[in-house]
T-cell receptor, first 114, second 108 residues
Framework: DAGVTQSPTHLIKTRGQQVTLRCSPI?????VSWYQQVLGQGPQFIFQ???????GRGNFPDRFSARQFPNYSSELNVNALLLGDSALYLC?????????????FGPGTRLTVL | AQRVTQPEKLLSVFKGAPVELKCNYS??????LFWYVQYSRQRLQLLLR??SRESIKGFTADLNKGETSFHLKKPFAQEEDSAMYYC??????????FGKGTLLTVNP
């Protein structure tokens, strides 16, 4: 298993555009979480999905949305991009939705908004 | 609100010296505490978690509820320990909250 995979690796967009980031969890993992990591900061929680339903949301505006598919892969969408959305977006998967479960992180997608 | 504070952005020690990375948290309840590590050009990965009470790569962390701390310690640092370390907590909402991280450099 290649672990958690994310695509694309890098992305450059301009203000006002929309972007879709993709994540494939480890086989058998049913929970996917998304994080935003701005340079010099720790990852900040955006969403958690478990069994295709949103189970948690961080302090992010409604421009951010996500979904999880029947095969447990996930997409993160960001509309009306702002310069401040430039960051590394991390996806993490875990077996179940539990505070004890280890989260396995992907390599991230580097988004640059110009 | 849940919060994790790592007061040191950078920490530099010599090989063989003890190392302690500080972590303080704020959470109104019983949190689960974790340490995640990111080595150069690698993914963020779990180092250890409080509930397991295990020692990984010689690192240990003790939860002090009175001081709301979860400091990471290793008696003898190795050069391969050089990495970015993040303290994190989760609670009943399953939301994983990270600190800003401490960059540890172990000098030869």
């Amino acid at each position: 298993d290649a672990g958690v995979t994310q695509s694309p690796t890098h992305l450059i967009k301009t203000r006002g555009q929309q972007v879709t980031l993709r994540c494939s969890p480890i086989s058998g993992h049913k929970s996917v979480s998304w994080y935003q990591q701005v340079l010099g900061q720790g990852p900040q929680f955006i969403f958690q999905y478990y069994e295709k339903e949103e189970r948690g949301r961080g302090n992010f505006p409604d421009r951010f949305s996500a979904r999880q598919f029947p095969n447990y892969s996930s997409e993160l969408n960001v509309n009306a991009l702002l310069l401040g959305d430039s960051a590394l977006y991390l996806c993490a998967s875990s077996l179940r939705r539990s505070s004890y479960n280890e989260q396995f992180f992907g390599p991230g997608t580097r988004l640059t908004v110009l | 609100a849940q919060r994790v504070t790592q007061p040191e952005k950078l920490l530099s020690v010599f090989k063989g010296a003890p190392v302690e990375l500080k972590c303080n948290y704020s959470y109104s309840g019983s949190p689960e505490l974790f340490w995640y590590v990111q080595y150069s050009r690698q993914r963020l990965q779990l180092l250890l978690r409080h509930i397991s009470r295990e020692s990984i790569k010689g690192f240990t962390a003790d939860l002090n509820k009175g001081e709301t701390s979860f400091h990471l310690k290793k008696p003898f640092a190795q050069e391969e320990d050089s990495a970015m370390y993040y303290c994190a907590l989760t609670g009943s909402n399953y939301k994983l909250t990270f600190g800003k991280g401490t960059l540890l450099t172990v000098n030869p």
